[in-house]
């Protein structure tokens, strides 16, 4: 059995097993609602977005376990085609999962995906808290583009994990507003009123277009003020959403970088983050 193995362990997110729970037991069920369709999840290091990761994948617990969790990541331009792990399972601190191979090969041949032979951190961050919270899923690893396609992608997923059939659960993966200058991002200066500006404008324009669920709306956001760097992922999980009936999408929680590293002032860069999810 070939299985993918991390290189995010140690300093994305904790190495050993012990430290991974102990974080997952203080941080998932600090609020959200369960029984989620579908939720989104920030990839940064745990340390920036850790809690609201774990509340986005806590949302998709309660009732029945699903068969396989689908980890839908980003960071493809326009034009890139969908992009699957092949393995046969990943390595993960917390033990090994499996691939949902005869979904990834059916959901592959719909799209005409191609394999993903490249270090990433939107899918991989996320499985340590995948594994915690479904210990017995298998893995959907997939990463779609920037473009509106990927919202029919999620309802081809819809569709397969129906005919197979499989009780699917769907987590997207995207930061929010990227700014600064590490980011070569900065329309508004620095300071409180860049961080202001981020935090009440470009992400919440964001998130309102996720929570309107308007497709064209989140990928306009997303490209023209920069306010998601995996859309594609967003869109996914959004037609997924819709295709089961989702009523909406529900903001879980909001921060960004500069919260974490402790709220005076300003950094000159940073990151928002969005947990989010569709009941």
């Known amino acids: 059995m070939i299985l993918r193995k991390p290189y995010l362990s140690g300093s994305w997110y904790p190495a050993s097993a012990e430290k991974i729970t102990s974080f997952l037991d203080k941080s998932a069920g600090k609020g959200p609602s369960t029984g989620a369709l579908a939720a989104i999840a920030p990839h940064a290091g745990w340390f920036y977005s850790g809690v609201l990761a774990a509340q986005a994948v806590f949302s998709l617990t309660g009732g029945d376990s699903p068969d396989t969790v689908a980890v839908i990541g980003g960071h493809l331009p326009p034009g890139a085609p969908p992009l699957f792990a092949e393995e046969d399972g990943v390595s993960t601190p917390l033990g090994d999962m499996l691939m949902d191979g005869e979904l990834r090969d059916r959901l592959k041949r719909a799209l005409s995906g191609a394999p993903d032979c490249y270090r990433d951190n939107t899918v991989e961050v996320q499985l340590p808290m995948v594994k ?136 000159p860069s940073f990151v928002g983050y969005a947990a989010m999810a569709w009941y």
């Open 132 to 267: 915690y919270f479904f210990p017995h899923a298998k893995l959907l690893w997939l990463r779609l583009p920037a473009e509106i396609s990927s919202f029919e992608a999620g309802k081809i997923l819809a569709s397969l994990a129906g005919e197979l059939p499989r009780k699917l659960a769907v987590l997207a993966s995207t930061d929010l507003t990227h700014y600064g200058e590490n980011y070569g991002f900065m329309p508004q200066g620095g300071g409180e009123k860049a961080l202001d500006w981020v935090r009440k404008s470009n992400d919440a324009g964001f998130i309102a277009a996720v929570e309107a669920g308007e497709a064209a709306l989140i990928l306009e956001r997303a490209e023209t003020g920069r306010a998601a760097c995996s859309a594609g992922a967003v869109l996914g999980a959004l037609g997924f959403a819709c295709s089961m009936g989702a009523a909406g999408a529900k903001l879980l929680g909001y921060a960004t970088s500069a919260d974490a590293d402790g709220g005076g002032v300003p950094p």
